[in-house]
T-cell receptor, first 114, second 117 residues
C-alpha cells in the first residue's frame, strides 16, 4: 500500500538556522509533490509545488527538492524565524496535478526557538 | 473573495444522529474535496468532485455521502454518526489553470471539529 512518512513528528531549531524537513514515500509514483503549512486550529496553506521532472524549487526563504529515485523530498527553511513555527505537511498528487486527490504525510511540527 | 467557507466550526453529535457539514467556495473552482484529519495520521481523502453532478470516493468514504449540485457547494453528510467519525474535517477546492495544464494547489477551509459521543 502507499505510504508517506515525514522524518519526525517534532523538530526544534534555533532562530537563524536552516530547518530541513524530510518526506519519504513508498509504493507511489507521484507526478507532483506539494508542501503545506498548518497552524493550530487552521486549515493547511499551500507553500510550494514541485513536479517530478524538477530537481529543485525556491520561493524566498523556502527551498524544495524532489528525488524520484530516492522517493524523497526535502523542504528547507533558511534563516528560520519564530514565526515559521508550525506543522508542515507534504502531499503527493497523482498524475492529474489538479490537487483534488492529495495524499498527505502526518506532518512535522517545527518550533523555531528565539 | 471569502475563499472556502465551512460551517459549523464545532459540532457535538450523539451516536446515530445525522448531520451535514457545509462547504462553499466563491472562487469558481471545478474541483472540491473533503478530508478528515486525525492525530498522527495526517489528512485522509473522503470524497472528491470534479464538477457539478460528478463525485467519487477517496481513501475513507464509508459512512459519508456527498453530492454536488452547484459549482459552489459540496456538502458532506453523515447518515448515522459513530464515535470513529470524531475528527477534524477539512474541505478544499482547486482548479485547472487552462489549456489542460494542471499544476495547481488546494485551498482549504478552516475546518469543522466534530465530536461524536
Amino acid at each position: 500500500s502507499q505510504k508517506i512518512e515525514q522524518n519526525s513528528e517534532a523538530l526544534n531549531i534555533q532562530e537563524g538556522k536552516t530547518a530541513t524537513l524530510t518526506c519519504n514515500y513508498t509504493n507511489y509514483s507521484p507526478a507532483y509533490l506539494q508542501w503545506y503549512r498548518q497552524d493550530p486550529g487552521r486549515g493547511p496553506v499551500f507553500l510550494l509545488l514541485i513536479r517530478e521532472n524538477e530537481k529543485e524549487k525556491r520561493k524566498e526563504r523556502l527551498k524544495v527538492t524532489f528525488d524520484t529515485t530516492l522517493k524523497q523530498s526535502l523542504f528547507h527553511i533558511t534563516a528560520s524565524q519564530p514565526a515559521d513555527s508550525a506543522t508542515y505537511l507534504c502531499a503527493l498528487d497523482p498524475s492529474s496535478g489538479s490537487a483534488r486527490q492529495l495524499t498527505f504525510g502526518s506532518g512535522t511540527q517545527l518550533t523555531v526557538l528565539p | 473573495n471569502a475563499g472556502v467557507t465551512q460551517t459549523p466550526k464545532f459540532q457535538v453529535l450523539k451516536t446515530g444522529q445525522s448531520m451535514t457539514l457545509q462547504c462553499a467556495q466563491d472562487m469558481n473552482h471545478e474541483y472540491m474535496s473533503w478530508y478528515r484529519q486525525d492525530p498522527g495520521m495526517g489528512l485522509r481523502l473522503i470524497h472528491y468532485s470534479v464538477g457539478a453532478g460528478i463525485t467519487d470516493q477517496g481513501e475513507v468514504p464509508n459512512g459519508y455521502n456527498v453530492s454536488r449540485s452547484t459549482t459552489e457547494d459540496f456538502p458532506l453528510r453523515l447518515l448515522s454518526a459513530a464515535p470513529s467519525q470524531t475528527s477534524v474535517y477539512f474541505c478544499a477546492s482547486s482548479y485547472s489553470n487552462g489549456w489542460g495544464v494542471m499544476n495547481t494547489e488546494a485551498f482549504f477551509g478552516q475546518g469543522t471539529r466534530l465530536t461524536v459521543v
